[in-house]
């Protein structure tokens, strides 16, 4: 067992990570990682496949109790989780999915404020298969924000739609993360994903974070933008990507 338990414990909405190791056997995944994460922030985590991002997204939504490893780990007390794919209950209506466990007379109503705030009004009653991915991940969303999450967790959310869907979930995202403010860890593949939504761009290799980009870009950031442009490359090579394999 991991020793998150030890070292989680719940405080103001941000996160601190001091040290954190994991491993798979012999396979040291995470090799004494820091990161703090400001209330509000949202931080973008790239890195190769297979560096670690995952694994670092569920350490911090303690979801790794089979791994072993080590370090402290600071989380707010309300956390959500949104995966690549919507991870809802087939058996469920649309409403029942978003208010699963939630207390309290009033969490219909605010199961459908939020499905209203991911553009679903109207969809309350239907069945998770009648939709599609674009708009399970949708309903996912408004699962985890009608938490009112300290701190989401986002691991690849958009990662199976379509580039136009994609571009549409980057807006919707953005706007509910200014509304409702959460700290946001987005772990993504897609270097101008995480440029074009995040506060701050992270690089994990080699079992650390180890290129940090603050992005102050205007809004809208366009990718067109020479400096948006130099952000990319600069991300790129820390991923290792040369210039000739550039696109
Ligand atoms: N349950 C497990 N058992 C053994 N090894 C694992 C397990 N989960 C992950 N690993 C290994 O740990 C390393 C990191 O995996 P992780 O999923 O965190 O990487 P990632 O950066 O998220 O990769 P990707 O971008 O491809 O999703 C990989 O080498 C992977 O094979």
New binding site residues.
């Given amino acids: 067992m991991a020793a998150h338990a030890g070292g989680l414990t719940a405080v103001a909405p941000a996160v601190r990570v001091s040290g954190l190791t994991r491993a798979?056997?012999d396979?040291v995944?995470l090799d004494s990682l820091d990161l703090e994460i400001a209330p509000g922030e949202f931080v973008a985590l790239l890195?190769?496949?297979?560096?670690?991002?995952?694994?670092?997204?569920?350490a911090l939504a303690g979801l790794d109790h089979?791994?072993a490893g080590g370090g402290v780990v600071e989380v707010p007390e309300r956390v959500s989780v949104v995966f690549q794919d919507s991870r809802l209950l087939p058996w469920q209506r649309v409403l029942a999915n978003v208010v699963l466990g939630l207390d309290g007379p009033d969490a219909a109503e605010r199961g459908r404020e939020s499905l209203a705030e991911v553009g679903l009004a109207g969809r309350e009653r239907a069945w998770p298969n009648e939709l599609s991915g674009g708009e399970q991940q949708r309903v996912a969303l408004a699962r985890s924000l009608v938490r009112e999450p300290q701190l989401l967790l986002a691991?690849?959310p958009f990662g199976a739609l379509d580039a136009l869907t994609r571009i549409r979930m980057h807006a919707l995202l953005r706007r509910l993360c200014d509304r409702h403010r959460p700290a946001v860890l987005l772990?993504t593949?897609d270097v101008d994903e995480a440029i074009v939504l995040a506060d701050r761009v992270l690089v994990?290799s080699d079992g650390r974070i180890t290129t940090e980009r603050t992005i102050d870009l205007d809004s809208p950031r366009e990718s067109t933008d020479p400096r948006f442009a130099e952000v990319r490359a600069h991300l790129l090579a820390a991923l290792g990507v040369t210039g000739e394999e550039r696109p």
Avoid: A, I, N, Q
């Avoid at 890195?47 to 569920?58: E, P």
């Fill in positions: 798979y056997g396979r995944v890195g190769k496949s297979g560096s670690g991002k995952s694994t670092l997204l569920r089979d791994v691991d690849e772990v593949h994990l």
